[in-house]
């Protein structure tokens, strides 16, 4: 498949119509809902407090979902998503926390504004036109924008990573700073071995007109991000990190062993300075003074502000973003949390004007007669439910709980009963039962099945070899599963009548799931050749290996719909923000896409910043 002609099949046009900008469509029209799964904090609120911490209190008058909330003339600009989960556009408040009034506002991902020194632009990054994010500028006074990045000369190689990020103006407003991975490479976690990306970022400047890009912080094999200018506008500082480090940043338990220094150059020069030492996970750092750095100190005891002068650092959990204002007495900054979860069927927003969208929980998958299974990760127990499309009805039929798995891991997601899948006849439920992720190296899993009223749980495979991802055959004679050890690795074929089980295929293969009419499966593959992740299908007699992406970014977790196309979560189109400054995700940027089975009709159904997938049709009766 030709990668050009990938690309060209997304135009925003094409998906984003007035109706989807808006919001509003007529339900009397609506096909369905789609249900998917979004990792992504569960509240995010804006703070404001004294610099030494006291005299916290809400930013804003009318509190929703916001994040990046930066000073600005004459009051503060920020991200919110008031218009719809997922939907992230960006807005202005008055110094008090009122007049809230929107500045940029469509279906694209719009985040990380900034005001000019004089009020009368706005730098901000944006994925409308191409679904990548690139740096944008707003005249306030005309209403018009133009966009700076991925265009002509400041434009990366086709394939590669090429999105830009968290703009900053120098204190003359001649030029802006922002950080971009622009001609790196895709790169899986652990040395590529993983799915999962991570993040190579340099610092550059350009003028407000698109002219006059250079890079001014560079060191290869590094995260380089999040720069701001001194106040004398000699110097941009930001935080450095190796590349493999903006994976455990984002992981709570690589506390101590992902650690960064935040570090500055002068524009003029490259002249280098390291401010700090030590391993604390260090990000977003800004200059109080030409003298004074302050930052934020991610995960860990150390967790909140920190300074590089002999101010006492401010230690407070779950604050991100920090931005001090040009006075030095106050900072705003947000507070996330994960708890209370994302209730299941809560409204997001939908970019298809066809559907509902909603959020739900892990592994869905509807049964002909119209019930849904999932495995409920989000509440730290990983057992298998079942309910109702509409949400009623829920009951548990697998308690993971008391199986003998290991429950610190069950609680921190990588242990328990994972994508059940439904026998054709409604009646049984396969699941794989053990542990997973990276677990897997040195745990085991074995297939296993329950009825859907939760009693005749039994074990199907033995557990010596880690067995997991089954989805049953049409017929419902069969279940083909991925195996995982130092020995073999590929899908399986599991006769549910004999117990026999055989090969399908070999290699790094995994989430296998049967077409509806019971000729192919899709698979994620990934390639001796390139290490790419890719999505696959086959025969079940292991004829007609078809390859339906080749995109050098990852492509993974397909599943099909009812009428035989396939939904699959994707990269292509790159990191929406500095991946550094995620929490608790894995593939943070993921978006869910749609394609015929022969890989034609690609297109994409979200464009949000968090990580989107696992989605499930259900049609409108």
């Known amino acids: ?79 919110s998503e008031r218009n719809g989960d997922g939907q992230s556009d960006i807005f202005r408040a008055r110094a008090d926390g009122t007049g809230i009034v929107p500045l940029v506002a469509g279906a694209s991902m719009d985040d990380a504004g900034v005001l000019s020194p004089d009020g009368r632009q706005l730098a901000y990054v944006s994925t409308r036109k191409g679904y990548r994010a690139n740096i944008w500028v707003l005249d306030l006074r005309s209403g018009r924008s133009r966009q700076l990045t991925g265009i002509g000369a400041v434009r990366g190689k086709e394939g590669k990573p090429d999105c830009y990020f968290r703009p900053q103006w120098s204190p003359d407003g001649k030029w802006i700073a922002f950080s971009s991975d622009r001609d790196t490479q895709w790169t899986g976690h652990d040395g590529g071995a993983g799915w999962e990306h991570t993040q190579e970022l340099s610092i550059y400047v350009i003028r407000p007109d698109g002219t006059g890009c250079r890079q001014v912080a560079t060191k290869p094999g590094y995260c380089l991000g999040s720069p701001k200018w001194s106040p004398d506008g000699r110097r941009i500082v930001f935080y450095e990190m190796t590349v ?39 990000l977003q750092p800004q200059f109080l003074s030409n003298a004074e750095i302050g930052y934020l100190v991610k995960y860990g005891p150390n967790e909140g502000l920190a300074y590089t002068s002999d101010r006492p650092a401010l230690k407070r959990s779950f604050i991100r973003a920090p931005s001090w204002s040009a ?17 299941l069927y809560k409204p997001l927003y939908s970019w298809d004007k066809d559907w509902d969208y909603k959020h739900v929980d892990v592994f869905p998958l509807l049964s002909r007669d119209g019930w849904i299974v999932f495995t409920e990760k989000q509440l730290g127990n990983s057992s298998i ?8 009805q829920r009951t548990k039929v697998f308690e993971s709980s008391g199986r003998g798995l290991d429950e610190a891991k069950v609680r921190m997601g990588l242990a328990g009963a994972f994508q059940p899948a439904w026998s054709p006849d409604g009646q049984w439920i396969v699941f794989g039962l053990g542990y997973w992720f990276f677990e897997r190296n040195r745990m085991t899993a074995a297939l296993w099945r329950v009825r859907r009223d939760g009693t005749g749980a039994e074990q199907l495979t033995d557990g010596t070899v880690h067995s997991g991802f089954p989805s049953y055959s049409a017929d419902g004679k069969q279940v083909v599963f991925r195996v995982w050890s130092a020995e073999e690795k590929g899908l399986r074929i599991l006769d549910l009548e004999t117990r026999q089980i055989r090969k399908l295929t070999e290699g790094y293969d995994n989430l296998p799931g049967w077409s509806p009419d019971g000729k192919r499966i899709v698979f994620t593959r990934k390639r001796t050749e390139d290490g790419n992740f890719d999505i696959y299908t086959i025969h079940p007699d292991g004829t007609g290996l078809f390859r339906c992406t080749d995109h050098e970014s990852s492509d993974g977790h397909a599943v099909w719909t009812a009428d035989g196309r396939i939904m699959w979560s994707g990269s292509q189109h790159g990191f929406r923000d500095e991946a550094a400054l995620y929490d608790q995700t894995f593939q ?34």
């Open 1 to 79: 498949m030709d990668r050009r002609a990938f690309l060209g099949v997304f135009p925003a046009a094409a998906l984003l119509t007035s109706e989807a900008r808006a919001g509003l469509t007529d339900p009397k029209r609506k096909k369905g809902v789609m249900l998917m799964n979004r990792i992504a904090p569960a509240i995010s609120e804006l703070r404001i407090a004294d610099i030494d911490g006291s005299n916290e209190r809400k930013l804003l008058a009318d509190t929703k979902y916001e994040y990046n909330g930066v000073h600005a003339p004459g009051g503060f600009v920020f991200t």
């Open 244 to 282: 493999e480090a903006t994976w455990g940043a984002r992981r709570p338990n690589y506390v101590g062993k992902a650690y960064s220094q935040i570090v500055s150059v002068d524009v003029a020069t490259g002249d280098r300075v390291e401010h700090t030492t030590g391993t604390d996970l260090k």
């Open 327 to 343: 006075d030095g007495k106050s900072v705003v900054y947000e507070k996330v949390d994960f708890k209370p979860v994302r209730p």
């Open 385 to 392: 439910w079942i309910m109702r499309p509409d949400g009623s």
């Open 588 to 621: 943070q940027y993921g978006q869910i896409y749609v394609m015929n089975a022969d890989g034609t009709g690609k297109r994409i159904l979200t464009d949000s910043k968090w990580e989107d997938s696992m989605p499930l049709y259900l049609p409108a009766k």
